[in-house]
Every structure is written in C-alpha cells, then in structure tokens.
C-alpha cells in the first residue's frame, strides 16, 4: 500500500495532466471551459475519482459528465503513458458543487455589507 504522501502525489500529478488534456488535446464540444477541482485516488490504486466543474456552473452537469464518461477510455489511456504507473486506475467522474456555493456565500455576505 502507498503512503498518504504518494497518493497525494500522484493524485497531483493526474490532475496536473488531466487538466492539460482537457485545454490542449479534448476537441469534444462538452468539455470546453470545464476544470478540474480535485483527484482522489483509493489506497489500492484502482480507482481514481475526479471532481470537475465549469464557468457555467451546474446547468451543464449531465452533458459535462457524460462527454466525461464517453471520453474516459481515450483519457485513461494518455493519463497512463504519462504517468508512471504499475496499472492505472479507472477513472470516475463526479460534479463538484463547490464553486458555486462559494460564489452564493460570496454574494450572501456582499449583500451584508452593502450600507442600507
């Protein structure tokens, strides 16, 4: 089993180089203005879970995360001759809600602020 260090690590650099691929080399009209919020790899190295959210916000969630699935072959394959790994895991796409709540918060304490 690796360390915390190294899943941290790889985790990183998966994110890192996903998140190249996605502005350089994704030509699928779905994933345009989309990025990469967090990787988490499980201790076994199997699975590498990817959380992802775009400018839109969640309107486009379902069509992000099926050109997500649809892409995740073509994806697994470059991240793996990238990274340097043993067996690469398989990838799983969730929607990151994180973002946005953080601009709602934003405007909440805006709203606040603004002298009455």
């Known amino acids: ?19 190249e691929m996605l502005i350089r080399e994704i030509s699928d009209p779905r994933l345009k203005q989309i990025f990469v919020t967090d990787v988490k790899i499980d201790r076994e190295l199997t699975v ?20 997500l699935e649809s892409a995740s072959g073509f994806l ?23 973002p946005e709540n953080a601009d709602h918060i934003e405007q909440i304490l805006a709203k606040l602020r603004a002298p009455k």
């Open 48 to 67: 590498a879970d990817i959380y992802v959210s775009a400018v839109e916000g969640a309107a486009r969630s379902a069509e992000i995360l099926a050109g």
């Open 76 to 98: 697994r394959k470059h991240l793996a001759a990238r990274v340097e790994m043993r067996a690469f895991p398989r990838l799983r796409f969730h929607w990151d809600p994180t």
């Open 1 to 19: 089993m690796p360390s915390g260090i190294r899943l941290q690590r790889i985790a990183d650099r998966v994110k890192q180089e996903l998140a």
